[in-house]
Nanobody
């Protein structure tokens, strides 16, 4: 059974920090690119950060570059998102995503977590 369980969200003041974790099971974690998305009411889901299967390549939304860091531990089947210098506009539900290309079925395989709420407010 595939599971992605996010943790680490909460209420934080502006300029504060949070570290999100996404613990996974039920699939070969090291074969999947991992990403963090966030959803805010009234807005489309936004890709925040992504990392390759090895963690050697990372990408970030312009809005979080220099403040957020995505990392992964393939031995622990876990991906992290370190968020520093948080702003009110970072508020949202953060979800992790696992994705790989299936060459047999010629399509992407996607798994999603349930999400964790991050609220940045004074």
């Amino acid at each position: 059974q595939v599971q992605l369980v996010e943790s680490g969200g909460g209420l934080v003041q502006p300029e504060g920090s949070l570290r999100l974790s996404c613990a996974t099971s039920g699939f070969t974690f090291s074969s999947y690119a991992m990403s963090w998305y966030r959803q805010t009411p009234g807005k489309e889901r936004e890709l925040v950060a992504s990392t390759s299967t090895t963690g050697n390549t990372t990408n970030y939304a312009d809005s979080v570059k220099g403040r957020f860091t995505i990392s992964r531990d393939n031995a622990k089947n876990t991906v992290y998102l370190q968020m520093n210098s948080l702003k009110p506009e970072d508020t949202g539900v953060y979800s992790c995503n696992a994705r790989r290309w299936d060459v047999w079925y010629v399509k992407y395989v996607n798994y999603w977590g349930q999400g964790t709420q991050v609220t940045v407010s004074s």
